[in-house]
């Protein structure tokens, strides 16, 4: 973790190295935090429909929990992933475990099939960027990779080409490898776990195609990635440099930066502001102080409303847990005077 920590601000001290600090420093003092309050309530609400959505595959399971509880442990959640990368599923699953009675595994299964449609859906948005901005990318490929390779001449080419074939034959070299190691896997083994985490994200893929209500589930989804959208579009118009960016360069940033979240960094720092940035710059001709100041007030938005919304999930179940143990402890009262004890 400490390591993955250090990376990260490693890539922030080289992204911002060389730049004009004091005029990054005056981006984010003349920014309108009107926008930001707007999104970063969207990122909370997100969080809320996110756990709403939770409910629905836990119901699928014969359990129930209430709305706050689920955000509750979300949200814990969210705060464990800023000091250990993935350990927010875990950790949402222990306490909503320990709040609503339901078994770990049980939550642990409905993670998995939540996390693989969050996969798809982050995939779709992928093929629908491309897809909706496919002239404007491709215009952008031939002017900074196709043209230069080509003014290169053939050696160049031959030497890509090479490149090419050997990253395919290992792309392909792999998946025999890892198929072959998790047919042939022992219990306890890597391979063996891998394989049974890979037949548990098919199935939870499975249980919300066969889900009772699965169009609730669908609707909730495409809400909260609509919020996940807002939070970044929003954040343009924070700064004057990206307030006339198209709705499209929303998408795209959202991509962009949902692949920089996926990194093994703590809450993706440094790599969320790296592909933001350069994604801001090359592609849509932002000066480099602007879009990292966008990059910082956008990422910030999420990490703010994570702590303090995660610090306050914190509070509450701790103070539940010292409720409920208060509840439990017997008084002199309650006690057979006899005996001394409890009735």
Same mark, same amino acid.
């Given at each position: 973790?400490?390591?993955?920590?250090?990376?990260?601000?490693?890539?922030?001290?080289?992204?911002?190295?060389?730049?004009?600090?004091?005029?990054?420093?005056?981006?984010?003092?003349?920014?309108?935090?009107?926008?930001?309050?707007?999104?970063?309530?969207?990122?909370?609400?997100?969080?809320?429909?996110?756990?709403?959505?939770?409910?629905?595959?836990?119901?699928?399971?014969?359990?129930?929990?209430?709305?706050?509880?689920?955000?509750?442990?979300?949200?814990?959640?969210?705060?464990?992933?800023?000091?250990?990368?993935?350990?927010?599923?875990?950790?949402?699953?222990?306490?909503?475990?320990?709040?609503?009675?339901?078994?770990?595994?049980?939550?642990?299964?409905?993670?998995?099939?939540?996390?693989?449609?969050?996969?798809?859906?982050?995939?779709?948005?992928?093929?629908?960027?491309?897809?909706?901005?496919?002239?404007?990318?491709?215009?952008?490929?031939?002017?900074?990779?196709?043209?230069?390779?080509?003014?290169?001449?053939? $050696?160049?080419?031959?030497? *890509?080409?090479?490149?090419? +074939?050997?990253? #395919? @034959?290992? /792309?392909? !070299?792999?998946?025999?490898?890892?198929?072959?190691?998790?047919?042939?896997?022992?219990?306890?083994?890597?391979?063996?776990?891998?394989?049974?985490?890979?037949?548990?994200?098919?199935?939870?893929?499975?249980?919300?195609?066969?889900?009772?209500?699965?169009?609730?589930?669908?609707?909730?989804?495409?809400?909260?990635?609509?919020?996940?959208?807002?939070?970044?579009?929003?954040?343009?118009?924070?700064?004057?440099?990206?307030?006339?960016?198209?709705?499209? $360069?929303?998408?795209?940033? *959202?991509?962009?930066?949902? +692949?920089?979240? #996926? @990194?093994? /960094?703590? !809450?993706?720092?440094?790599?969320?502001?790296?592909?933001?940035?350069?994604?801001?710059?090359?592609?849509?001709?932002?000066?480099?102080?602007?879009?990292?100041?966008?990059?910082?007030?956008?990422?910030?938005?999420?990490?703010?409303?994570?702590?303090?919304?995660?610090?306050?999930?914190?509070?509450?179940?701790?103070?539940?847990?010292?409720?409920?143990?208060?509840?439990?402890?017997?008084?002199?009262?309650?006690?057979?005077?006899?005996?001394?004890?409890?009735?």
């Amino acid at each position: 973790m400490f390591i993955s920590l250090l990376a990260g601000i490693l890539i922030l001290w080289l992204i911002t190295r060389g730049q004009d600090v004091g005029r990054i420093v005056e981006e984010l003092r003349q920014a309108r935090y009107g926008w930001i309050l707007l999104a970063m309530l969207c990122a909370l609400l997100s969080h809320y429909l996110r756990a709403v959505r939770w409910n629905m595959l836990i119901g699928t399971m014969g359990y129930q929990t209430n709305a706050f509880q689920t955000f509750l442990a979300v949200m814990t959640g969210y705060l464990a992933n800023l000091a250990i990368p993935r350990m927010g599923e875990i950790t949402r699953c222990v306490t909503l475990s320990k709040a609503s009675k339901t078994p770990f595994n049980a939550l642990a299964g409905t993670v998995l099939a939540e996390r693989a449609f969050d996969l798809v859906s982050m995939l779709a948005i992928v093929f629908i960027t491309i897809v909706s901005q496919f002239g404007f990318l491709r215009n952008f490929l031939n002017r900074m990779f196709w043209e230069p390779t080509l003014a290169r001449g053939s $050696a160049h080419w031959l030497v *890509l080409s090479i490149l090419g +074939l050997a990253f #395919l @034959a290992a /792309v392909i !070299g792999a998946v025999i490898f890892f198929r072959h190691k998790m047919r042939r896997a022992k219990e306890g083994s890597f391979f063996f776990r891998l394989k049974r985490q890979l037949h548990g994200v098919a199935a939870g893929f499975r249980t919300i195609m066969t889900m009772r209500g699965k169009g609730w589930f669908i609707l909730h989804s495409v809400l909260i990635w609509g919020l996940y959208y807002l939070t970044v579009y929003l954040c343009f118009f924070a700064i004057q440099a990206t307030s006339d960016l198209t709705p499209l $360069a929303g998408l795209t940033l *959202l991509a962009v930066g949902s +692949l920089g979240i #996926l @990194a093994p /960094v703590p !809450g993706g720092i440094g790599t969320y502001h790296f592909l933001t940035i350069i994604t801001l710059r090359e592609l849509y001709g932002i000066a480099s102080e602007p879009a990292t100041s966008y990059a910082y007030i956008t990422h910030a938005t999420q990490i703010i409303v994570n702590i303090a919304a995660g610090t306050f999930a914190w509070i509450i179940l701790s103070l539940n847990k010292q409720k409920h143990g208060a509840q439990q402890t017997p008084t002199p009262g309650d006690q057979d005077p006899a005996t001394g004890a409890g009735r």
